[in-house]
């Protein structure tokens, strides 16, 4: 069996879990590229063209493995089974409930039954698979939440990944663990709106479970050396929590905070949760308790009405903020978001051209950012991946160091001059 990734950490972490499903029942895996008699790909729905993508992949496979089984599941499956199924070549589409018994429906599939489509009504969605990455990167992605309750109106992840949903605590403990027990020094938590763990477990059971709750039991776990926090809606990353993490030994400096944008006026046609000025408070809480902290911020440009003086009311808003970079996304249209009614839109070529403006603030940022700590020394976990001869790893507030390869490096803390 092969996998193929699309989109996000925690597409990550369900292909590693799906992976280790199938090699218990006996499979092998493969490079992608190279022979197998199943492959999958977990596709999402946030990246452009995800068909294009997905035709193009399936094309590959039908060239180099015609007898092959395709399996395509992950966020784009569920929004668009009907789409995918169609694609030629594909066997089985497995949609948000059951990309987790992909093992039955392998059982129960042979080539050249007609194409299957597993889907349920997302409404109907709300079991918590957790999983985790293991072996494929140094670090470990580990699912610990699902799904979201907010309906930002350009998103379409709520459709896809359904109702807000979370492990419990002791679930997150033993699978950290179990990493631990495997070697891991460093978990990066993730999930789809993160900050929101536990919540609507409170509703249901009445436990006071909240992620500020679960940091401090992860504190407790021997044998770890770092966490990060993957990324949390400003609304929710409250003041105890920043507090914490400045006093923890092993919650990394390191905050990725979504804006979308520094207008309070576009903010509240998103259906974001907050204003640029709560934003600004808590980058300000960040920096006075941790000065060395890495903040990386969500920008989305073009909006629809987003104006010429709304843009630069962002620009100017993220350049007067100590953060540390920006991972900037063009506006693009997705079919059922509330998004699609607000007039006028912008034109795709001047999106554009605010996307290069903040990719051009990110990179100068981020040079100022490094700038500020150079000739400090900080730990650095080094990656397995080589790239050609050469291996990277990241300080404890996300500084991306490059060096050639040594493999006793591999999974070790080493104090770097930066
Ligand atoms: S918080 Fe908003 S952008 Fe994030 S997943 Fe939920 S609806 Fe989408």
């Known amino acids: 069996m092969a996998f193929h990734t699309l989109g996000c950490k925690l597409n990550y972490s369900e292909t590693s879990t799906l992976s280790r499903m199938l090699e218990k029942e006996g499979f092998e895996k493969r490079e992608f590229d190279e022979p197998a008699d199943v492959y999958v790909i977990n596709t999402c729905s946030v990246t452009e063209n995800a068909d294009k993508e997905c035709r193009h992949l399936v094309r590959r496979i039908q060239r180099q493995s015609p007898e092959s089984l395709v399996v395509i599941t992950g966020c784009y499956a569920q929004l668009k089974p009907r789409e995918i199924a169609s694609i030629p070549g594909v066997d089985l589409v497995l949609g948000a409930a059951e990309k987790f018994n992909i093992v039955q429906h392998l059982k129960e599939w042979s080539k050249g039954d007609p194409t299957k489509i597993c ?186 009405g987003e104006t010429g003086v709304e843009f630069r009311e962002t620009v100017d808003f993220l350049q007067g903020l100590e953060v540390s970079y920006l991972h900037v996304f063009t506006y693009s249209e997705r079919d059922h978001t509330k998004a699609l009614e607000i007039k006028p839109v912008v034109p795709i070529a001047t999106r554009q051209e605010r996307n290069k403006i903040l990719r051009n603030l990110s990179y100068m940022k981020m040079q100022y950012f490094t700038a500020q700590h150079q000739g400090q020394v900080r730990k650095v976990l080094f990656e397995k991946q080589a790239h050609d001869t050469l291996m990277e790893g990241y300080t404890d507030n996300y500084i991306k160091i490059t060096t050639p390869y040594r493999a006793e490096w591999v999974n070790q803390l080493v104090d770097w001059t930066i």
């Open 119 to 304: 889907s349920c009504d997302i409404g109907e969605l709300s079991s918590f698979h957790a999983s985790f990455s293991l072996n494929d990167r140094t670090r470990t992605f580990l699912k610990v939440q699902d799904g979201c309750d907010y309906n930002c109106s350009f998103c379409t992840i709520p459709m896809a990944r359904g109702k807000s949903r979370s492990d419990t605590i002791a679930g997150v403990l033993r699978n950290v663990e179990e990493a631990v027990a495997a070697g891991v020094k460093e978990v990066v938590l993730t999930g789809v709106n993160l900050g929101d763990f536990g919540r609507s477990e409170v509703a249901l059971t009445g436990d006071e479970t909240n992620f500020f709750t679960l940091i401090r039991e992860l504190e407790q776990v021997e044998g770890i050396q770092r966490y990060r926090i993957s990324s949390i809606e400003p609304n929710l990353l409250s003041p105890e929590i920043i507090e914490w993490v400045a006093g923890s030994s092993k919650f990394m400096p390191h905050f990725h905070i979504p804006l979308q944008s520094g207008s309070n006026r576009i903010l509240a046609s998103m259906r974001r949760r907050y204003k640029r000025e709560l934003y600004a408070e808590r980058v300000q809480q960040i920096k006075a308790l941790m000065p060395h902290c890495a903040i990386g911020v969500d920008v989305i440009t073009g909006f629809p």
